[in-house]
């Protein structure tokens, strides 16, 4: 089983393998989180991201998918992106939130990365709830079967979000 951790800070400054990057469909910056990564990260992740976006992802990321890219000057080996769901009230796209969190599993396996750090993906512009999207995080990456990732670490912007985090955990846990 994955070790969960839980920490409030900059994702940008985690030394794991994989940071997960809450990215936006063109994989070409934005605000953020996405937008913190890209300067931080320097130009090379921009340009394995063009190439990605002049491949096999002509019309962008899919919401819920991932792929992975160097990390460029970050203290990690990898970026995995994933592009959240935009909340709804009218509809339902949970399984497409769990779905980012599943898919960067799978990356940062595919890869051989041994810790990785995620943010609270779909939270901020995308305005999911945050009790909600941290018990859909949480539980995803609890019940994912990891070959090589050993913790998930999830690295949350303020005190409200590892608030809702970790109480979402304690309720897991029980």
């Not at 460029?72 to 959240?84: E, F, Q």
């Not at 898919?103 to 041994?114: I, S």
């Not at 670490?153 to 005190?159: E, G, K, S, Y």
Request: with cysteine.
């Amino acid at each position: 089983m994955t070790n969960i951790t839980l920490i409030t800070g900059d994702i940008t400054e985690q030394k794991v393998d994989a940071i997960v990057n809450a990215a936006n469909s063109s994989l070409l910056g934005g605000g953020g989180v996405d937008g913190a990564i890209h300067r931080r990260g320097g130009p090379e992740i921009l340009e394995e991201c063009r190439a990605l976006r002049s491949s096999q992802y002509g019309d962008g990321l899919p919401a819920g998918q991932a792929v992975a890219t160097t990390a460029g000057r970050l203290p990690a080996r990898w970026v995995i992106h994933t592009v959240g769901p935009v909340f709804s009230a009218a509809e339902d796209r949970s399984e497409t939130l769990a779905s980012c969190y599943r898919e960067a599993l799978r990356v940062a396996d595919e890869l051989g990365a041994r810790t990785m750090a995620f943010p609270a993906i779909s939270t901020g512009v995308y305005r999911w709830p945050l009790a909600d999207a941290a018990y859909i995080a949480l539980s995803t990456v609890r019940a994912a079967r990891m070959k090589t990732v050993g913790e998930a670490r999830f690295v949350l912007f303020d005190q409200d979000a590892y608030d809702a985090f970790e109480e979402a955990l304690h309720t897991l846990e029980s």
